[in-house]
């Protein structure tokens, strides 16, 4: 039972680039959401699913995509990346009245 | 855009001190969440709180939700170089999305 997992864990990006964060949860939730860390700033949503199909905008979604690609499994997509998205990103799943979380990838974008 | 607001941002404090930390809105929250985050980890729930009024108490740690169920604090005794870590409140929003607090860090020295 590893949770929720993520990787890559580190990444650097040229401006321009594109990658996918990949997040994947073993517990048969079927919430699942993105955030953004940045210092003094807690964490923001970018982007969550409640429901395997469905996705739904958070409190900062521009320049992400999501796929909800079945039950498990939750990807962040950077088409462009910009440096305003350097930050650390988590993945998150919800059980009952708590999200349980990943370790993280640490995404720097020059 | 809803903010919760902690206090202090950064704490240093010996072993053996008190310490309270506060997490202020202006927003209603069905019920509220502190976490803590260990450096390269995702955050980990310590306590729910849900009746305005209630009080928690997990060992050393003590939890309050304010009447309004619009603030929180959250009190260490005697404080541990073991309790060091980021401290982040979360509101529950009736829709079950978290809105996570600013942060508070603490450092405990021995």
């Known amino acids: 039972n590893a949770g929720v997992t993520q990787t890559p864990k580190f990444q650097v990006l040229k401006t321009g680039q594109s990658m996918t964060l990949q997040c994947a949860q073993d517990m048969n939730h079927n919430s699942m959401y993105w955030y953004r860390q940045d210092p003094g700033m807690g964490l923001r949503l970018i982007y969550y699913s409640a429901s395997e199909g469905t996705t739904d905008k958070g409190e900062v979604p521009n320049g992400y995509n999501v796929s909800r690609l079945n039950k498990r499994e939750f990807s962040l997509r950077l088409e462009s990346a910009a440096p305003s998205q350097t930050s650390v990103y988590f993945c998150a799943s919800r059980g009952y009245n708590e999200q349980f979380f990943g370790p993280g990838t640490r995404l720097t974008v020059l | 855009t809803q903010l919760l607001e902690q206090s202090p941002q950064f704490l240093s404090i010996q072993e053996g001190e008190n310490l309270t930390v506060y997490c202020n809105s202006s927003?209603?929250?069905?019920?509220l969440q502190w976490y803590r985050q260990e450096p390269g980890e995702g955050p980990v729930l310590l306590v729910t709180?849900?009746?305005?009024?209630e009080v928690k108490k997990l060992k050393r740690l003590t939890f309050q939700f304010g009447d309004a169920r619009k603030d929180s604090s959250l009190h260490i005794t005697a404080a541990q170089p073991g309790d060091t870590g980021l401290y982040l409140c979360?509101?529950?929003?009736?829709?079950?999305?978290?809105?996570f607090g600013t942060g508070t860090r603490l450092q405990v020295f021995p």
């Open positions: 709180v849900v009746t305005g009024g």
């Open positions: 927003s209603v929250f069905s019920s």
């Open positions: 979360a509101g529950v929003l009736w829709t079950d999305k978290l809105i």
